[in-house]
């Protein structure tokens, strides 16, 4: 499954959510996960599919503040 350590050292998990059959996101340390990678996920490539686009967010925010 889908591992990510950000920046300040959290990592972030895909997982089978513990109350269904169906994968969810989730902080090791927890926390509230970003908008965009709540919710059930029914395979695996359509949660990478958010979680890539959710970084691409990221990651241009990030680029904006540099230019700054």
Do not use: C
Request: no cysteine.
């Amino acid at each position: 499954m889908l591992m990510y350590t950000t920046a300040a050292g959290k990592e972030l998990h895909l997982g089978v959510d513990p109350k269904s059959p169906l994968l969810a996101f989730k902080w090791n340390s927890g926390g509230e996960i970003p908008q965009e990678l709540q919710g059930l996920f029914t395979a695996e490539d359509m949660a990478k599919k958010a979680f890539n686009m959710w970084r691409a967010k990221k990651e241009a925010v990030k680029g904006l503040e540099i230019d700054k």
